[in-house]
Structure formats: structure tokens, C-alpha cells
């Protein structure tokens, strides 16, 4: 192939900030590349495993829980509508992209069930993993080596029948556990710059990853699965909060630290991810705003 014949438009961003240092991510990628040692390295970590039953039973348990927290049992038959597949795709949009704040409105409780069943909650029943109740099922989101790093902590600001607090889901007994209660507003507001997205907003879903759940297998080329894996489980959201006729929105613009403090979970194991924010849906305003502002 010719260079002429080749668009250069958004490449020539190259040229343009060449003196940005990207050596970190550089050599990241550059160190977890896969190649015959790499591969045979893996393979050796992945015959460790599966001759030692605990290990592979471990991990296969691939949730946490909190024993001691008041639980909340969702409903396992909650529907998403029936909006089709490709309705949601064509529908589904950021809400920064064309509002500022959410439309306040209570979210139902089915909803929110039906969200984190259909995002990441156990679907069908596998035997041939071993007992449902030890990780025998599969999920709707795809996962590197089916190892789910990925927990969800529902932040409730307005959900019917819910007290405001800190939530995690508990993904084989579709169940929520109370982590605590409170009006949590002012507390996120020290978390994030998207004030107004916040205040509205009727729950704020924060993604964070086990780093040893995927790790342990793929050693450092696993950081790269684990956010692949945050992607996969990104766009369940917003297609099945589209499907729900949601407001919703991706939060990139946390500040990891303080989440972690707010979830209380330790960020050097569990590191905060992402942020996802659902709620009423407002009227398109007919024109995009402008980009955002800080992702
Ligand atoms: C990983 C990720 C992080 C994001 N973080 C933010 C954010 O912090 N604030 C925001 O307004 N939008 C955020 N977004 C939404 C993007 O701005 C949006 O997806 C993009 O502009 C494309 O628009 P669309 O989603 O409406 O198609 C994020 C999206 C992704 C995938």
C-alpha cells in the first residue's frame, strides 16, 4: 500500500503533540505483548491451576460477598421490556451528549434488578462448571478466561423501596447487601467533577476489578484483559439501561482514591474502574452539546 493512498487525518494527531511522553503506556504495552515465552508462561500458570482443585474451585468463586450485610433479594424474572437488540444499539447514547443533568425521577426497583441481572448476573445454569451456588453458571458479559473480575457497587441516590446508601450486588443470589446508609450526595461531589450529572442521577454504579482474579492466570498481560472485561460489562449497561428507556452515562471522571474510600475496598487489590449513572431520561434537546469536559 502507498502512503498516499492511506487517510492520515486522525493519525497526524502524532505530529501534532509528538512531544507528549507516553513511555509508561509505551512500555506497558510494549512488556505484555503476547509471545511464545509469554504464551508458554501462561501455559505453565494455567497447569498449576487446574491440577490443584481448591485453586481451580477458587476460582471459579468468582464473587465477593458481605456475610454480615442486611440483604436485599432482587427479582430473578425481572424483564427488560421488549425494546429490540437493535433499537437499543441505535438508541443508545451517553447522556452528557445531549443533556446536562438527568431528568430526577425514582427509579423502580424491578428496574434496577433487571439492569444488574441482564449486565452481569448469572444466566444459565452450567453443570459442567459444577454447582450453581459455586460459580456452575454463565454471565451475560463476556470475560477473559471466564474469570469475572469485575464487582458492581450500586450507590443509591432515588430508587423506589431502597434506603440511600452503598450497595453491592451479589451476583448468585441476585441480592443486594447493604453496605450502609445515607444521603450520599456530598460525598460523591468530592469524588468527580460532574456535579450535574450527580445531582439528578437515581443510582451511580461503581465497576471496580479483583486484580488476582485475572492476574493470577494471565499475570501483567491480564491488566489489559481486566479492562477489557470493564468494556464488555460497559455496554450491557448502557444497552439494557437503553432498553429500559434510562438516562444513562458512562463517570471515566472519578477520582479513584476517594471512591475506594467511599466503597471502603482496598484500591491496591480492587481498584476503582469506572463509574456508570442511570436515572430519568430528559428530552433530547435536538443538538449535542459540546465534548465533555474532562473525558
Ligand atoms: C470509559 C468511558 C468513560 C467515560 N467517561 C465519561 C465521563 O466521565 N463524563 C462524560 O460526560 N462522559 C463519559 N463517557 C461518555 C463518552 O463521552 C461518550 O460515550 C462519547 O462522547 C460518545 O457518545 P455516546 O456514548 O453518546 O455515543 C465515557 C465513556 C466511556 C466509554
Same mark, same amino acid.
Given at each position: 500500500?502507498?502512503?498516499?493512498?492511506?487517510?492520515?487525518?486522525?493519525?497526524?494527531?502524532?505530529?501534532?503533540?509528538?512531544?507528549?511522553?507516553?513511555?509508561?503506556?509505551?512500555?506497558?504495552?510494549?512488556?505484555?505483548?503476547?509471545?511464545?515465552?509469554?504464551?508458554?508462561?501462561?501455559?505453565?500458570?494455567?497447569?498449576?491451576?487446574?491440577?490443584?482443585?481448591?485453586?481451580?474451585?477458587?476460582?471459579?468463586?468468582?464473587?465477593?460477598?458481605?456475610?454480615?450485610?442486611?440483604?436485599?433479594?432482587?427479582?430473578?424474572?425481572?424483564?427488560?421490556?421488549?425494546?429490540?437488540?437493535?433499537?437499543?444499539?441505535?438508541?443508545?447514547?451517553?447522556?452528557?451528549?445531549?443533556?446536562?443533568?438527568?431528568?430526577?425521577?425514582?427509579?423502580?426497583?424491578?428496574?434496577?434488578?433487571?439492569?444488574?441481572?441482564?449486565?452481569?448476573?448469572?444466566?444459565?445454569? @452450567?453443570?459442567?462448571?459444577?454447582?450453581?451456588?459455586?460459580?456452575?453458571?454463565?454471565?451475560?458479559?463476556?470475560?477473559?478466561?471466564?474469570?469475572?473480575?469485575?464487582?458492581?457497587?450500586?450507590?443509591?441516590?432515588?430508587?423506589?423501596?431502597?434506603?440511600?446508601?452503598?450497595?453491592?450486588?451479589?451476583?448468585?443470589?441476585?441480592?443486594?447487601?447493604?453496605?450502609?446508609?445515607?444521603?450520599?450526595?456530598?460525598?460523591?461531589?468530592?469524588?468527580?467533577?460532574?456535579?450535574?450529572?450527580?445531582?439528578?442521577?437515581?443510582?451511580?454504579?461503581?465497576?471496580?476489578?479483583?486484580?488476582?482474579?485475572?492476574?493470577?492466570?494471565?499475570? @501483567?498481560?491480564?491488566?489489559?484483559?481486566?479492562?477489557?472485561?470493564?468494556?464488555?460489562?460497559?455496554?450491557?449497561?448502557?444497552?439494557?439501561?437503553?432498553?429500559?428507556?434510562?438516562?444513562?452515562?458512562?463517570?471515566?471522571?472519578?477520582?479513584?482514591?476517594?471512591?475506594?474510600?467511599?466503597?471502603?475496598?482496598?484500591?491496591?487489590?480492587?481498584?476503582?474502574?469506572?463509574?456508570?449513572?442511570?436515572?430519568?431520561?430528559?428530552?433530547?434537546?435536538?443538538?449535542?452539546?459540546?465534548?465533555?469536559?474532562?473525558?
Amino acid at each position: 500500500m502507498l502512503k498516499k493512498d492511506i487517510d492520515y487525518v486522525s493519525y497526524s494527531f502524532i505530529d501534532i503533540f509528538q512531544k507528549d511522553d507516553n513511555e509508561i503506556v509505551e512500555t506497558f504495552h510494549e512488556h505484555t505483548k503476547l509471545s511464545p515465552n509469554s504464551t508458554r508462561e501462561i501455559g505453565r500458570r494455567v497447569g498449576e491451576i487446574k491440577s490443584d482443585p481448591n485453586i481451580l474451585a477458587m476460582m471459579q468463586r468468582a464473587w465477593k460477598n458481605y456475610p454480615a450485610a442486611l440483604s436485599i433479594p432482587l427479582d430473578k424474572q425481572a424483564s427488560l421490556g421488549d425494546m429490540t437488540l437493535a433499537d437499543a444499539l441505535k438508541r443508545r447514547a451517553s447522556l452528557s451528549t445531549y443533556a446536562t443533568s438527568f431528568r430526577p425521577d425514582t427509579l423502580r426497583l424491578e428496574a434496577l434488578s433487571a439492569l444488574l441481572l441482564h449486565s452481569y448476573g448469572a444466566t444459565r445454569p @452450567q453443570p459442567w462448571k459444577g454447582r450453581f451456588e459455586d460459580g456452575g453458571f454463565g454471565r451475560p458479559a463476556a470475560s477473559s478466561g471466564g474469570l469475572y473480575p469485575m464487582e458492581i457497587y450500586p450507590i443509591v441516590l432515588n430508587v423506589e423501596g431502597l434506603e440511600r446508601g452503598v450497595y453491592h450486588y451479589n451476583v448468585p443470589q441476585h441480592a443486594l447487601q447493604r453496605l450502609r446508609t445515607g444521603d450520599m450526595l456530598d460525598e460523591l461531589f468530592e469524588c468527580t467533577t460532574y456535579h450535574d450529572l450527580l445531582k439528578n442521577a437515581s443510582v451511580l454504579f461503581v465497576l471496580t476489578g479483583v486484580w488476582k482474579r485475572t492476574l493470577s492466570k494471565y499475570r @501483567q498481560r491480564g491488566y489489559r484483559f481486566l479492562m477489557h472485561d470493564a468494556g464488555t460489562l460497559l455496554q450491557n449497561l448502557y444497552l439494557n439501561a437503553t432498553a429500559l428507556d434510562l438516562g444513562a452515562c458512562a463517570l471515566g471522571g472519578l477520582f479513584d482514591d476517594r471512591m475506594a474510600k467511599v466503597l471502603d475496598v482496598n484500591p491496591l487489590d480492587e481498584p476503582v474502574l469506572l463509574g456508570f449513572l442511570v436515572g430519568g431520561r430528559p428530552a433530547p434537546a435536538g443538538q449535542l452539546r459540546s465534548l465533555p469536559a474532562t473525558i
